[in-house]
Each structure stands twice: as C-alpha cells, then as structure tokens.
C-alpha cells in the first residue's frame, strides 16, 4: 500500500498521525541507542507475549516485559525508567530464554535498571534499588559481602528504617535475624578481601576516574 | 585431581552448613579442593543491575587468581557459576578490558554438574554406606545455573537432570516436577515481600503435590528463601536440604548426629529419624 493510498483514507490517516505522535521528535533514536548499547534485536519483536506469558512476576508489573520492548520502539524512555518493572524484574532470564526472536529481554530490562540508576529519575522501587547500592557499597568496604553488614547499612539509609517501623517491617527483621544468630548462621564481620586496592580502582573507573 | 574453589560470600555467612558438607563430600571423594587466593565477591545482582561493566570486571579477579594458581574453578552457588562464565565469555571474545592478566582459559565447571558426569556419578554410588532407601526428594534448581543457556551451556535447561541423577545415585527417589527452574524470588524479599512470598510459598505447595518429603537444591539463596518461609508454619512442613548434606549423610553414616542439621529453620531430624537414616 503507498503512503499515497494510506492518506486517502480517513481512519488510516488518523491512526498514522497518531503512530507519529507517538514517537514523536526523537523518531527510532531511542531504540537505535538501546539495540547499540545492548546488542538486543529489539527491533525483531513481533509482540507473541511469550516473555510476559513466561514471567513469574509480570502480575507485579505496571509495564510487562512485551510492552517494555514496544515502549523502547516508541522511544518512550521516561515512562520506562519511571516503572516498577525494570525494579521487580529477578533477572530470571525466562523471558530470554523463551523468546523465539532471541529479543534479549532480560538483558534489556537490566540495560534499563543501569540507565534508571544513572539519571536523575527517582526510582519508583526505592528498598530494592537501594539494596542493590548498599551491596555495592558492602562490597567496595571489604571485597566481599556479609549479610548482617548488608542489612545493618541498608537500614540507616534514609527513609528505610522509618518506612520499616510504619509497617512493622522491623520488628520481624529482627527477630528473624536473633534467629538466625542462635542458630550460628549470622557471622558478625566480613572476612575481608586482601586487595582492596584493586577493587577500589574498579569502582574509580567506573566513575570515570583515570590514574 | 584438584580444582580451584571459588565459595561465595554465601558461602561464608548464612550458608556455612553447606560450605562445611562441601569440604566433607570432596574429601571422601579424593578431590582436594584449593580455595581461590585471597578471592573477593563476584558482584552477584547488585553489580549488573547497577553495572553492566562491573559485573564483567569483578569476577574477573577471580577468574585471574585461578590462573595464577593453573587450575579450573569450581563454583558451589549457581550465581557465582553464572556471573563467572559471563565475565569468562567476555574476556574470551575480547569485549571488555580488565585491570588482571586473564585469558579465561581455565573452565569454570557448576559443582552439580561436576559431580553428575558418568565417572563422578560412579565414584559417589561407590562411596555409599547407607543409601537414602524411601525417601522421595524434588530437586530444585533455580534459575540462575541453568539460564540464559547460552552463558550456562545446559542443553536441557527446561528440565535439568544433575541433581536428580546425583540423588538417585546415592539411593533416594527423585520425584518429576514442573517447577524445577521457577524462579523462588531471590533477594527481592528486601523489599517486596509479598512477591518473595508469593513465589516461594508456591514452590513448595507443588513440592507437595509432587509427594515429596524434602527439598534439594544446590543454591544457597533458594535454601535461605524455603527454608526461612517455613519458620512461622505449624503443620505440614518441608525440610530443605543442601544436595551435598543428603551425600554427607550416605557417605558416613557412623558419624551422623542430629547435630550437623541444627542449623536448619525448618527441622529435618523427624524426617531422618523416620527414614531411619538418623540415630
């Protein structure tokens, strides 16, 4: 069918003003951006829902992972960063494994997580997403992590321990932890790693420092 | 034989039940175990949710300091395995640099599968003294050692078999189920729980259905998430074992006490005692 044809038509004109709309000024831009920066065939998907159908957690979503992949061929980058999904994805890898285009969903997703936490969008998960800093943050301290170290640090971010008390969060954590203390499972202190010095740069050059 | 062991912070801290049935099982099979030189974390979720490229960096070290020493890695947690073939496969094709002298040569086998070849499969029925006779376990596998196929290598990713071929050789009924690699929830407990519930709690509704008696599984974060569920149920509930406990218990039978399992939440010795595979 030519373009021609298509503007002769009232609703099919109608419905391709609205595809322009949608995406907008940026055209693929986005898309181009994540298939890239990825190595994802994004552009392959042909929407048979088999990612979400697979995904043990898509009931938890706001954006399922079939429409996260639409999304990103719409260029729709706020509305991504701003879901719950890129935070409640397990990284289970089902919707990779299952997809028969080999779109790597999974893999996006995360893509999607490292952008969220390098921009100045809050993220719509704040516990999980500073979880995963606090780990970081374990693990710059000793190389290694320890659970106790972990939930400790975790709590004295701002805002978890308040949100903790409110829902009656803690008092469980901390009889699930003198649990796990009485039965020696809780080790105090990290071993810690000899060479610090190595990780330590990892992190500066992840930060962009050179030396 | 000898390999590099590369433990996990898990390992360390909220697994050492299963660290220490590690070093037992090895030495009664005559593969010495050589800890990885002063190792350091592999990044687990944390890195690559936060850091593409410091999930590739990070277990490198690692993967460095096993060729220091000349010998290939075995790893015990199934997210350690992943992230280390990952960080192995990138090296390998020359995608990312790191600081360390690695060529990721040196293979970096998943302990389930290391010891469910044909010969190990072999040298562990030959080490048992009293098999697991009646009692009928579901393997659980997760989803971290056996998915994407393409970093993990399983070709039978829908439906593993180590586990299972593992418990059959040391004598106990590995019971078929669908829910082998359904995701248990991982650390997403922290801060959802009612997912990490949701999850959890319907694996180990179908482990019934499959008439299991026990869990077995090989990851020290599953471990942590059923057995933990468990802890303010009263009725029906069911222990979760580390596969290499369960070989602990065949290969020395004389030495097992109520003891070694007081480190479970959800008790296993009634069903032991039972079995009459403990005193």
Known sequence: MTDQHVENIPSLREEGNRARKLIGDRGNHFLKQIEGETRANISACYQCFRCTNACPVSQYMDIKPHQVIRYIQFGWREALLQSSTIWVCLSCEMCTTYCPNEVQVAETINHLRNMAAHSSIAPKEKQLALFHQTFLEALRHFGRVNEFWLMGALNLKPGILKEKIRTGALTEEMALGLLLFRKGKIKLLPQRCRAMGEIRKLYRQERGEMD | ?279
């Open chain 2, 1 to 279: 034989m000898e390999l590099a062991f590369y433990p996990g912070c898990s390992l360390e801290g909220m697994a050492i039940d299963y660290s220490r049935s590690i070093t037992a099982v090895f030495r009664d099979l005559d593969i010495e175990l050589e800890e990885i030189e002063d190792w350091s974390c592999c990044g687990a979720t944390a890195a690559h949710s936060l850091s593409e490229s410091m999930a590739v960096t990070l277990p490198a070290r690692n993967l460095a300091q096993a060729e220091k020493m000349g010998l290939d890695i075995v790893s015990p947690c199934p997210n350690c395995y992943n992230r280390l073939r990952a960080s192995q496969i990138m090296i390998q094709k020359k995608i990312i640099d790191v600081p360390w002298e690695v060529t990721g040569k040196n293979q970096v086998h998943e302990m389930t599968r290391f010891l469910a070849a044909p010969d190990m499969l072999v040298r562990i029925a030959d080490r048992v003294r009293k098999p697991l006779a009646g009692l009928k376990v579901v393997c659980y596998y997760g989803c971290q050692m056996v998915r994407p196929p393409r970093i993990t290598g399983y070709t039978d990713y829908e439906n593993p078999r180590t586990l299972d071929s593992i418990m059959t050789a040391v004598g106990a009924t590995a019971m078929d189920w669908s829910y082998k690699t359904t995701c248990c929830g991982a650390s997403i407990g922290i801060g959802r729980r009612d997912i990490q519930e949701f999850l959890t709690a319907r694996l180990l509704d179908k482990a019934r259905q499959a008439d299991a008696e026990a869990v077995v599984t090989s990851c020290p974060l599953c471990h942590a998430n059923l057995d933990l569920l468990q802890r303010k149920e009263t009725q029906s509930t069911i222990p979760v074992f580390y596969f290499t406990e369960l070989l602990r218990l065949t290969f020395d039978p004389g030495n097992a006490s109520s003891k070694w399992f007081r480190m479970h939440i959800t008790d296993p010795v009634p069903l032991l005692m039972k079995k009459e595979l403990l005193r």
